[in-house]
């Protein structure tokens, strides 16, 4: 699992489990999450003792990005992120960019489809770029959406 494939799924489980009410349930969402994926990206590096280091590395940076972003995004930046999301996969052409930006909080952030095809299953399936601009400093990642049976689209690799 590459970064930018890591920052992808950590801004995904963000967005997923950051609709709490309150700062701390969202920083520690964050965290958690962002630790759990750190430490899968680790473990892929290495093997015997090198890889148990590169597992705890992985988890303590991804927890403390996965923090900083949870502590970041509020329940309106989360919303605004989600719904220029679902409406970039299922309307805008690939290669054109949806944008979405919180006069309040001030974050912003971008989703560009990037490749549309069908996968084995028979969905219409969609990779994408996403950025989310967070006091001043901008996180890329990139991933893979499908179309659920109820239309909307599921992120299913990042």
């Not at 597992?55 to 403390?64: F, I, N, Q, S, Y």
């Not at 969905?123 to 990139?142: D, Y």
């Amino acid at each position: 699992m590459s970064f930018t494939k890591m920052m992808a799924a950590l801004f995904a489980a963000v967005l997923v489990v950051g609709c709490a009410d309150d700062q701390g349930t969202k920083q520690t969402a964050g965290t958690l999450g962002g630790a759990v994926l750190g430490g899968l990206l680790g473990a892929q590096f290495g093997s015997g003792t090198g890889r148990l280091i590169a597992t705890g590395a992985g988890a303590l940076a991804g927890g403390l990005l996965g923090q900083r972003i949870g502590k970041s995004l509020d329940e309106k930046d989360q919303m605004m992120a989600e719904r220029t999301a679902q409406a970039s996969l299922e309307h805008v052409q690939t290669g054109e960019k949806s944008t979405w930006s919180n006069p309040d909080s001030g974050a912003s952030g971008s989703v560009t489809p990037t490749r549309t095809y069908e996968n084995d299953q028979g969905q219409n399936c969609r990779e994408f770029q996403q950025t989310v601009t967070i006091g001043g400093e901008t996180e890329e990642a990139f991933g893979t959406a499908c179309r659920q049976s109820d239309g909307s689209w599921k992120i299913i690799s990042s």
